[in-house]
């Protein structure tokens, strides 16, 4: 991978903005979002609005805190509690997984959906393709070419199935705002699986690698944050309305398959091969982002990048990450009710995560002499702690 900033600031801060937004926007994503826009109704919107707000304060505060240390969130959390880093590592890491089972299983449906190629064969291929965008020479360059296109066509598939459907935009938005019902678990769970987990760290990383680093290039965190969320956002706000027009209709959704019976009974056949190229565009994007990001975990250097001693094993590391998800779901299968419970517990991790890095923020040592963090963010950022811990804790105690 690219060793030293060959791109501008901004350049890379888009990188890591698409990285962070398609990492959020995988198959997941698509499940959660279709089942509970089933079981809620236009009062989803409320959670969707909830998550909107949540993303903005996370992604500002960890990326902020990541670049203005220039150092990567495990080794920030080993200087605040020494073997607190290691701790998150096996969180993120073991989330990332569970997640990439999903992520190359959403590309291999994909793939069947499109193809007929069996859902175990169409992994196989998906992991190959990924692996090869990150052997190449310039795999960052090429990796973020590949998820700023398969943002596109997720995003032109969504205003097709939109143009063909009425959407109940009146319902939507009051509910939004004025929901009839509040579901602590759906707003867990599409946190956490838009910025929970390895999602959280993402896009700070990927400025790290570019060689985004220290305070001068704050500019870039925040064009780079608000820029992912508002494409992560946008892509969710479209399923929800798509399948907001075909519940609101009256008709019921395939619970095995949420997200496809939206295209199906929206657009008939047609639709559906759409929402093969969209599943398939939403595993290949959330595969890359998630073994890049759970990989980047392992690196405890607080060298540059060109010398950090993981640098050269990172590609057979994210190999075999890819590799060993690959063969899960080869032989155990679609894991769709597990893509659901995973968002969840990386909801319940976020909290963890977060009030890490907050301690972090107000260190000197850690931040360098002169920076202080922006007092608004803390605050909300401490919020967000509080009420992701008091709605995990109430999410726990439904599940048992």
């Known amino acids: ?27 997941g994503f698509l499940t959660q979002t279709a089942t509970f826009t089933g079981q809620l109704g236009a009062d989803f919107g409320f959670a969707i609005l909830i998550c909107i707000l949540v993303d903005i304060v996370v992604q500002l505060n960890i990326w902020r805190i990541i670049i203005v240390s220039g150092k990567r969130a495990q080794v920030l959390a080993n200087e605040i509690v020494p073997g607190l880093g290691y701790l998150l590592t096996v ?30 064969n169409g992994a196989v291929i998906a992991a190959v393709v990924a692996i090869i965008i990150f052997i190449v020479k310039n795999a960052l360059t090429v990796v973020d070419r590949t998820v700023q296109l398969l943002a596109v066509v997720k995003v032109a598939v969504l205003i097709y199935i939109i143009a063909v459907t009425t959407v109940p935009y009146q319902s939507a938005i009051v509910h939004t705002f004025a929901p009839s019902k509040i579901d602590f678990y759906s707003i867990v769970t599409i946190v956490g699986g838009t910025v929970g987990g390895y999602i959280s760290f ?17 500019k870039y965190v925040n064009e780079g944050a608000l820029t992912g969320i508002g494409v992560a956002s946008v892509i969710r706000v479209m399923l ?41 565009a939403a595993g290949m994007t959330s595969t890359i982002g998630s073994s890049f990001t759970s990989i ?41 009710k597990v893509l659901v419970v995973v ?16 301690l972090a923020s107000t260190r000197s040592k850690i931040m360098g002499r002169g920076y202080k963090h922006p007092k608004w963010l803390l605050v909300t950022g401490w919020l967000v702690v509080l009420f992701m811990a008091y709605a995990g804790i109430r999410t726990i105690l439904l599940l048992v």
């Open 240 to 280: 929800f309305l798509a399948g907001l027009a075909v519940v609101l209709a009256g008709n019921k959704l395939d619970p095995s398959n949420p997200a496809a019976s939206i295209f199906k009974i929206a657009a008939g056949q047609f639709g559906y091969k759409f929402f093969g190229i969209l599943l398939l």
């Open 202 to 218: 993402s896009g700070g990383h990927r400025l790290l690698e570019g060689g985004v680093r220290g305070k001068e290039n704050i």
């Open 343 to 358: 968002g969840a517990i990386n909801g319940l991790i976020l909290p963890i995560a977060l009030a890490i890095l907050l």
């Open 1 to 27: 991978m690219d060793k030293k900033l060959t791109k501008s600031p901004f350049s890379v801060a888009m990188g890591a903005a698409f990285m962070m937004a398609m990492a959020a926007v995988g198959p």
């Open 296 to 336: 980047s975990f392992l690196d405890y250097s607080e060298k540059a990048k060109g010398d950090s001693s993981i640098a050269k094993w990172r590609s057979i590391a994210v190999v075999l990450f890819i590799v060993a998800s690959t063969a899960v779901f080869y032989v155990v299968g679609s894991p769709a």
């Open 91 to 120: 969180l993120i890491v073991v989330g990332g997984f569970f997640f990439n089972i999903g992520n190359v299983g959403g590309a291999g449906l994909g793939l069947n959906v499109l193809f007929g190629i069996s859902p175990e």
